[in-house]
């Protein structure tokens, strides 16, 4: 999933990841283009906006360098169009941050509108909550000029509502310093000015009160030569006079339940899905009656998140309460830690950022408290392993968790697991040949074994294929045989990347047993096997393949448990490792005992 935050320093995550735009003029370029998405943007306007009518002789080709390297950058999530002499940016999956102030903004203004002074507040605290300081930071000046004083305005607008609906609420105690900073940075906001008044006046400090007009009387004289407006004179009035009318109300409780519609934060699930014909049964038996905890496990590139994604929506009318999606960032170097993902959750659930607890065990309370009440979807992609995800599971009978991870999760309790390997071969053909259009029975299943079936790379293969209509089933084969990781990337989709992100997850001892036994050893491989080639002993041994099957970078293969294999890509990988890391004289030596086998060597019990 892509996010873009302009509420603040201007910021684009894909996927848990921050994406390091550049400097100022790029992110002007993606500002302007957002702020005026789905609609086309005159290469003048972005020209004035970059340049502020001093352009350069090559303004057009720096705007379609800037162009050109955000949809490198932002992927296929986001399209870019030339279009009538200007751009166009389309992203209907996207999460924008101004997006979702604008909805809270707008329902919390109805709410207060309506006397649901307890839903008004719970709202405009969670469009709040969105703001990181001065809107667009990073953009040029010209662009914040332009642009900040309509956002800054709406901002200021919502918090004065808030403000309202506060003290509506009876929560004066709570306000009462908000307001305070509001009117130094505010101080001709008569409004802001007023809600500052009633708030000190019904917290007892009626002198404060009054010093606050009073300042506010010199500072419109100095600045504007204007008295204060009628409203605010007899507000202060009323509070010389201690008008009973200016008694604050019984409190009333604001509760962090969100006012508006259910979460919806499912990504698209892939339009050509295909195969899984035994899987998508089984865990829509799991999810759909709720209460469930469900995992499905596998090497990278298998497909998990398209499979999770697919039932997902499959099953997400039986969870009308809402669907929430997290990448956890599992397979990545920084995956999420629990207290930022509860903080996530909480904020999705509708809790405001200032009402968020601040420890780990806090946050998991309210959440869980939160989950009970509702019948919940909630989907965590890419879990590290046990430990991140353990504390966010929420338990109970109604809300069901369906989780995709590389590793096996073996020791999460309650939990089912479904483990994804390859694609049959009449599964990986028919995806190969609705992407391709290319009908080559003998020249596909030699291509397709080459690979394992592994999903993804029968996806870029496929893609490759349509892309290339020259370019034959049998040539894309040899050039798989001479470079595979080469014809295994394309665009953002790299089966070696994924491959590269699980190996750096393993211990060095790991590393070079993988390295060493892609090596050495082909097709099914015994523990004994593993042992004489690594110069271990059995006990060791096992233990190095449970470890590398743990992240299914080695398989159990059939019904006995000491046979075992590597996928294709994964060896051919790191058969590539073992040539770059691993001294001649060490793969020769591993070579030597594996071909020797037990007349020189035998393993220790």
């Given at each position: 999933?892509i ?28 500002a ?35 162009v ?36 809270h ?107 606050t ?23 202060r ?10 008694t604050?109300?019984?409190p ?16 698209s ?137 590389r ?44 690979t394992?079936?592994l ?92 470890e ?29 490792r ?28």
């Amino acid at each position: 999933m892509i996010r873009f935050q302009l509420l603040g320093p201007i910021e684009v995550t894909r996927n848990g990841q921050r994406l390091a735009l550049g400097g100022s003029k790029i992110q002007t370029v993606l500002a302007t283009l957002l702020l005026s998405r789905n609609r086309v943007v005159s290469d003048s306007t972005v020209s004035e906006m970059l340049w502020r009518g001093e352009l350069p002789s090559t303004s057009n080709a720096q705007i379609q360098t800037y162009v050109s390297r955000l949809r490198s950058q932002l992927g296929p999530q986001v399209e870019l169009v030339r279009q009538r002499g200007g751009y166009l940016l389309r992203a209907p999956e996207a999460w924008v941050d101004l997006d979702e102030f604008q909805a809270h903004s707008a329902t919390g203004h109805a709410a207060l509108e309506a006397d649901r002074y307890a839903d008004a507040v719970t709202s405009l605290r969670a469009a709040q909550a969105l703001w990181r300081g001065h809107a667009l930071v990073g953009a040029t000046e010209y662009l914040t000029e332009v642009e900040q004083p309509r956002l800054e305005e709406a901002r200021l607008a919502a918090g004065e509502a808030l403000m309202t609906a506060e003290l509506a609420c009876g929560n004066h105690y709570r306000v009462v310093s908000e307001l305070t900073a509001m009117v130094s940075r505010h101080p001709l906001r008569e409004n802001v000015r007023g809600l500052s008044m009633l708030a000190l006046y019904r917290c007892g400090r009626q002198a404060e009160a009054l010093a606050t007009y009073d300042a506010c009387r010199r500072h419109l004289a100095e600045e504007l030569g204007i008295d204060p407006r009628d409203e605010l004179k007899a507000l202060r009035q009323a509070i010389l006079e201690q008008d009973p009318a200016l008694t604050a109300p019984e409190p009333v409780e604001v509760t962090s339940r969100p006012s508006g519609e259910p979460p919806a934060q499912l990504p698209s699930a892939p339009s050509d899905f295909t195969g899984r014909a035994k899987e998508v049964p089984q865990l829509d038996a799991v999810l759909r009656p709720g209460g469930a905890t469900t995992a499905v496990v596998g090497l990278a590139g298998t497909g998990k998140t398209a499979l999770a994604l697919q039932i997902a929506h499959a099953v997400r009318d039986k969870f009308p309460d809402g669907q929430l999606y997290l990448d956890l960032a599992g397979s990545t170097a920084d995956p999420v830690l629990p207290a930022t993902a509860f903080a996530t959750l909480l904020r999705s659930l509708g809790v405001p950022e200032g009402e968020l607890p601040t420890d780990l065990a806090g946050r998991g309370r309210l959440f869980r408290q939160l989950a009970a009440e509702r019948r919940l979807l909630i989907v965590l992609d890419d879990v590290a392993d046990e430990s991140q995800v353990r504390p966010l599971l929420p338990g109970g009978r109604r809300t069901s968790v369906l989780m995709t991870s590389r590793r096996r999760l073996a020791a999460l309790e309650g939990t089912t697991r479904t483990v994804l390997r390859g694609f049959t071969a009449t599964e990986a053909e028919s995806l190969l040949l609705a992407l391709s259009g290319r009908a080559d029975p003998v020249a596909t299943r030699k291509l397709l074994a080459a690979t394992g079936r592994l999903p993804l790379a029968v996806r870029v293969l496929g893609a490759r294929l349509a892309a290339n209509p020259d370019l034959t089933v049998p040539q894309v084969a040899a050039r798989l045989s001479d470079e595979p990781f080469g014809q295994l990337r394309l665009g953002d989709l790299d089966v070696g990347a994924r491959i590269e992100t699980s190996y750096a997850q393993l211990s060095p001892v790991r590393r070079r047993a993988l390295r060493l036994l892609s090596l050495g050893l082909t097709g099914t491989f015994s523990i004994w096997q593993a042992a004489v080639l690594l110069n271990d002993s059995l006990v060791t041994a096992h233990e190095l393949l449970n470890e590398l099957a743990d992240q299914h970078l080695a398989e159990v293969t059939g019904d006995r448990l000491d046979l075992y294999s590597i996928h294709p890509l994964v060896r051919a990988y790191a058969r590539d490792r073992a040539f770059a890391e691993d001294a001649p004289h060490e793969r020769s030596a591993a070579l030597e005992r594996i071909h020797q086998g037990s007349r020189l060597w035998s393993p220790a019990a």
